[in-house]
Each structure stands twice: as C-alpha cells, then as structure tokens.
C-alpha cells in the first residue's frame, strides 16, 4: 500500500497541527507528501504531467488541509483543476479504484458540526463535493478524519490522534477492529530488528496476544452467524 498526501495549506510550516502530522508519519516508508501550495510558488510553476504520471504510482491519495470557510484553501481546488483533468479523470480513468482519503482540521469543535450545532451542517455535508469527485473518477472514498482543535489537546489525545492518523494512512480499509489489530501486529513486527532478546520476546507477547485476541472475535462472529442461521 502506497499513500500519497496532499497538503493545501498556505502556511504549513507555521501550522502547528501539520507539523506534527508531518512528523507523524516519517516513520512510514511507503508514505509520501507534497504541500500544494509549494508547488505553485515555483518560479517555473507546476508540471502537470509530472503530478499526473506520479499519482499512478500510488494505491490511496489523501488529501490534507485545514476547514476554510466551509471548503478546503484555493490551493487544493487549483491543483484539481490542473491536474485532473477530464481526460485524465474519466477518459483515461487514471485514478480509478485508487483510495481518496480526507484529513481535514478544525479550529473548531466537530461537535459543533451537526443539525441544531452551532455550524448547522455536518462535515460530510461540507465535503459532499469531494465525495462526488471521487465518485466520478472511480475512487473509492474513505470516511473522512477529523482533526479539531489540535491546540487543545493534552499529550494523551495526541497519542491517540498520532495512531489514528498512521492507521488512516497505511492501514487496510475499512478500519474494522480486525483491521486495526492487524496493522498494530504489523507495525510491531517491524519494530522488532536490531531490538535485544529480552525486548523481541516482549514484543512477541503483546502480538500473540493480540492475536489471541483477533482469533477470539472470529470465533465469536462465527458462533453469532450459526446462532442466527439456526433461527432462521
């Protein structure tokens, strides 16, 4: 699984929420990132066929920006105009059955996102557009993440926000508990080379367990569906 994110953000180096998300999934080699509006402030501007020809190389592409004004920044809206094309879009159906994921951040309370909330509508709503994008160029798309309100969280929230970025990166869709299992055994596998002894053997614990734990749930979905076969 290769991942592709596209940062809109007019000043990224100064956001503290995109830094540490830049620095979230450093850890990650099949992942890589490009700040949109980076490109556009080169002096020979934006080479469309090298952005298109390099999204092939990709299985999800995520696009990351924080909620202006209800919509993503212009940045990301240009670089949709440029580089998927209808040509590229539908006659050639470049993209089609990658994954389109959306990290979008806050400064407000996603609670406040809802019917009868203080914004009214919903974040689904407010990126109905992108979904429909996806939907024309034969993508699947994934249920959005949500940051909100980064500057308020205590350490213990940005460890959580920090494993369920990395999951929505490289994580298999949809993120089911067998999913997350699986990439959390994955992502202790890897952490296992050049470890002493005495910490493999620690980490072998923590992953049989959890795949203790992942067998267990199998076993008791398959005892559910048989109770319900039975009834019916």
């Not at 299985?59 to 990301?76: E, G, H, K, V």
């Not at 699947?140 to 350490?155: A, C, N, R, S, T």
């Not at 949809?174 to 990439?183: G, T």
């Not at 005495?198 to 072998?204: F, S, Y």
């Amino acid at each position: 699984m290769k991942t592709l994110i596209l940062i809109s953000h007019p000043k990224f180096e100064d956001s503290g929420t995109q830094q540490f998300l830049k620095t979230s999934f450093y850890s990650l080699d099949d992942v890589k990132y490009q700040v949109i509006d980076e490109l556009y402030g080169q002096s020979d501007g934006i080479d469309i066929e090298k952005e298109q020809s390099a999204l092939k190389g990709f299985d999800r592409i995520i696009f990351q920006f924080p909620m202006y004004w209800y919509s993503s920044p212009a940045s990301l809206k240009q670089f949709m105009d440029d580089v998927f094309t209808r040509n590229y879009i539908v006659a050639n159906r470049s993209v089609k059955t990658k994954q389109l994921g959306i990290v979008v951040t806050l400064g407000d309370a996603k609670a406040d996102f809802q019917a009868g909330g203080s914004e009214q509508f919903t974040i689904s709503e407010l990126l109905r557009p992108l979904q429909a994008f996806a939907h024309k160029a034969g993508m699947q798309y994934l249920k959005p993440l949500v940051v909100d309100q980064f500057g308020y969280m205590d350490p213990e929230q940005k460890e959580k926000l920090l494993i369920d970025y990395l999951q929505y990166l490289s994580a298999e869709m949809p993120l089911s508990l067998a999913n997350r299992e699986k990439w959390l055994v994955e992502r202790l596998q890897s952490t296992k080379q050049g470890k002493s002894d005495e910490k493999q053997q620690a980490i072998d614990l923590v992953i049989n367990s959890l795949e203790d734990q992942q067998n267990n749930v199998e076993s008791l979905k398959e005892d559910v569906k048989m109770i319900r076969n039975q009834e019916e």
